[in-house]
Nanobody
């Protein structure tokens, strides 16, 4: 499985960005694809994911109501629409894949990730 992110950049507080994650080499089983982020000096935290069958999405409390995850199976791409951005959203955003039929946030942890993208920097200026 390969994950290639795009769409990061610099935006002002209150602005929007959309991240994309192109997925290739699909596993022959259930999986979830989504995003983690890591701010300078902080641990990598789970932000959001979507199941491969699109039956479930998950959002961390810090982004709920502002971020929306979606997938386009024809394009093999997962998107993260980020609205009402805040300076605390600044960090490197990593696309990630966890194998299995997961639910809830307890499975969306960095030590459970099977595949990582290289990351895309998002900077929100105040």
């Amino acid at each position: 499985v390969q994950l290639v992110e795009s769409g990061g950049g610099l935006v002002q507080t209150g602005g929007s960005l959309r991240l994309s994650c192109k997925v290739s080499g699909f596993p022959n089983r259930d999986y979830a694809v989504g995003w983690f982020r890591q701010a300078p000096g902080k641990e990598r935290e789970g932000v959001s994911y979507i199941r491969s069958d699109r039956s479930l999405t998950y959002y961390s409390d810090s982004v709920k109501g502002r971020f929306t995850i979606s997938s386009d199976n024809a394009e093999n791409t997962v998107y993260l629409q980020m609205n009402s951005l805040k300076p605390e959203d600044t960090g490197v955003y990593y696309c990630a894949c966890v194998l299995g039929y997961i639910s809830g946030g307890q499975w969306w942890q960095a030590n459970a990730v099977d595949y990582w993208g290289k990351g895309s920097l998002v900077t929100v200026s105040s």
